[in-house]
């Protein structure tokens, strides 16, 4: 149902480009989350876990600050 109001047209593509944003750094850190799990599981160095948990938390900084800026 429709109240005569509708948004613009760049919203609604500001709004995927968003989405797809969002999808692609939950898929980089869920990765690099099962990746660091696996490398643990097969004895990695301390220096090879602490690089993919630096870029886990580097890549949930970036969804904090997509969707932050989203709100």
Same mark, same amino acid.
């Given at each position: 149902?429709? /109240?005569?109001? &509708?948004?613009p047209k !760049?919203?609604?593509? &500001?709004?995927?480009? @968003? ?7 939950? /898929? ?5 989350? @099962?990746?660091?799990?696996? @490398?643990? !599981? ?6 090879? @876990?602490?690089?993919? &948990? ?13 969707l932050s800026?989203?709100?």
């Open positions: 149902m429709s /109240l005569g109001v &509708t948004e !760049g919203a609604e593509m &500001t709004d995927t480009v @968003l989405d797809r944003r969002v999808d692609d750094l939950l /898929l980089h850190a869920r990765g690099l989350a @099962l990746v660091r799990e696996v @490398l643990a !599981g097969r004895g990695a160095s301390r220096e090879e @876990l602490d690089a993919h &948990t630096r870029e886990l938390e580097r890549v949930r900084g970036q969804l904090i600050e997509t800026a989203a709100g």
